[in-house]
């Protein structure tokens, strides 16, 4: 699987925009961008996912460089419960293969 | 709202003993997965199975541990004999898969059992 880089850890203000980098530079053409995220305590729960346009929904929007070697998660309007570990990983299109975790970045968000 | 369930959530024993845990997939999904978390190496995957059959378990040591699927609700980890190194928190997550190929679906994931080897 194509390897993902991300920042150690970011930190927000309450109710700012946070945008969560991640860089893919060996992303292949058939690569999914997922991001998942895992809250204190929880197992990772899915947040968005993308193949090469912009993607919105409910958590979150992703957005896909043009050449899709970086992506970026935004958070709208960062609350206190978005404080978790966010993951961006690539999947193939193989169908639903496990996923592969790197150490993601650690949001802090600050009231 | 379906969720994966784990059992126990908690576990504390002593090393040489077995450990059961035990994961209940959201209804419906024909793909499970088992994670194991630590503060060392993260998240990462020791087996999963799709339609009840093991597809990969690559990620486990094989003389110790054991996962099965006796049937499509219930998913078992199991270790024999425990080590204090094997203490982690394992999740199970489910999904769905329509083939061998296609768009990668979502998985959901279990809230954990926290595993502690004294």
């Known amino acids: 699987d194509a390897k993902t880089t991300q920042p150690n850890s970011m930190e927000s203000n309450e109710e700012e925009p946070v945008h969560l980098p991640c860089n893919h530079s060996?992303?292949?053409?058939?690569?999914?961008i997922h991001w998942y995220r895992q809250l204190p305590s929880q197992g990772p729960e899915y947040v968005i996912h993308?193949?090469?346009s912009n993607v919105n929904n409910r958590m979150a929007s992703l957005a896909i460089a043009e050449d899709r070697k970086s992506s970026t998660l935004i958070l709208h309007r960062a609350t206190l419960r978005d404080a978790a570990v966010y993951y961006c990983?690539?999947?193939?299109?193989?169908?639903?293969?496990?996923?592969?975790f790197g150490k993601g970045t650690r949001l802090s968000v600050i009231a | 709202d379906a969720r994966v369930t784990q059992t126990p959530r908690d576990k504390v024993t002593e090393m040489g003993q077995e450990v059961t845990m035990r994961c209940q997939p959201i209804?419906?999904?024909?793909?499970v997965f088992w994670y194991r978390q630590t503060m060392m190496q993260g998240l990462e995957l020791l087996a999963y199975?799709?339609?009840?059959?093991?597809?990969?378990d690559s990620g486990m040591p094989k003389d110790r541990f054991s996962a099965e699927m006796p049937d499509a609700t219930l998913a078992t980890l199991k270790i024999q004999p425990s080590e204090p190194r094997d203490s982690a928190v394992y999740f199970c997550?489910?999904?769905?898969?329509?083939?061998?190929?296609?768009?990668?679906?979502?998985?959901?994931f279990g809230p954990g059992t926290r595993l502690t080897v004294l």
């Open positions: 209804l419906g999904h024909n793909t």
């Open positions: 199975f799709r339609n009840r059959a093991p597809l990969d």
């Open positions: 997550a489910s999904g769905l898969a329509r083939g061998l190929a296609g768009r990668p679906d979502t998985q959901y």
């Open positions: 993308g193949l090469t």
């Open positions: 990983i690539l999947r193939g299109n193989s169908g639903n293969t496990p996923l592969v």
């Open positions: 060996t992303i292949s053409g058939t690569d999914y």
